[in-house]
């Protein structure tokens, strides 16, 4: 990354199943991710738990002896649901506050293959990023081509007008863990001139928690 400027991330929130999928690969690359952060000092915060990649995730970066912290609603944890969390746990009333902390906690995102959960809290990021209440990169592991057809869709968005180039910029994709977070690093924010002089108070995210009905 010789002439680029990184950026500095120490957490990164991953977004990911609470299943481990068809493919073995995608366990092998939630393991494989969880060591790159690791060696990278870099520490995690996720959705608290055990299950699916998600406790691949988390074992791997706390067998490197870095920080985990699972931000877990309440509800998931009457009668064990979701398993120990790999870590710090912080308990939150509602999804809604779950997200938000994560914005708020990390510097970067990063989103292995998963379900409705993981695509809505993906494309949230992505829509708070359009609107300048964050600024902080955002990126897909593209193991075994899982995010294609989302990707496809999004560069279709695009040339349909519903999506302008600029804000396509905020989604990286990568085949390997250690390319997508170098892209992480490297990502420079672009914002929109118009939205970008939309005022957010620093405290609105804790006492009107952000509408995550919100979608452009």
């Known amino acids: 990354m010789e002439g680029v400027s990184v950026r500095k991330i120490k957490k990164i929130c991953v977004f990911c199943g609470a299943n481990y999928g068809k493919d073995v690969a995608f366990v092998n690359a939630a393991f494989h991710l969880g060591e790159v952060l690791g060696k990278r000092k870099i520490d995690l915060v996720y959705g608290g738990g055990k299950l699916g990649l998600m406790g691949c995730v988390?074992?791997?970066?706390?067998?490197?002896?870095?920080?985990?912290?699972?931000?877990?609603?309440?509800?998931?944890?009457?009668?064990?649901?979701?398993?120990?969390?790999?870590?710090?746990?912080?308990?939150?009333?509602?999804?809604?506050?779950?997200?938000?902390?994560?914005?708020?906690?990390?510097?970067?995102?990063?989103?292995?293959?998963?379900?409705?959960?993981?695509?809505?809290?993906?494309?949230?990021m992505i829509s708070w990023a359009q609107l300048s209440i964050h600024n902080k990169p955002i990126g897909v592991l593209n193991i075994n081509g899982f995010f294609n057809g989302l990707l496809s869709f999004v560069d279709h968005a695009v040339k349909q007008e519903f999506i302008t180039p600029r804000a396509r910029k905020i989604l990286i994709s990568a085949t390997t863990a250690d390319e997508l977070v170098d892209k992480l690093q490297a990502f420079r924010f672009e914002s929109d001139p118009a939205l970008s002089k939309l005022k957010w108070s620093p405290s609105s995210s804790q006492k009107e928690k952000l509408d995550l009905t919100l979608r452009l």
């Open 58 to 124: 988390s074992t791997a970066v706390a067998q490197h002896e870095r920080q985990v912290l699972g931000i877990i609603p309440s509800a998931f944890t009457v009668n064990n649901l979701v398993g120990e969390t790999c870590g710090k746990e912080i308990k939150v009333a509602t999804m809604q506050e779950r997200l938000v902390m994560m914005m708020e906690l990390s510097d970067a995102f990063i989103a292995l293959p998963g379900g409705f959960g993981t695509l809505e809290e993906l494309f949230q």
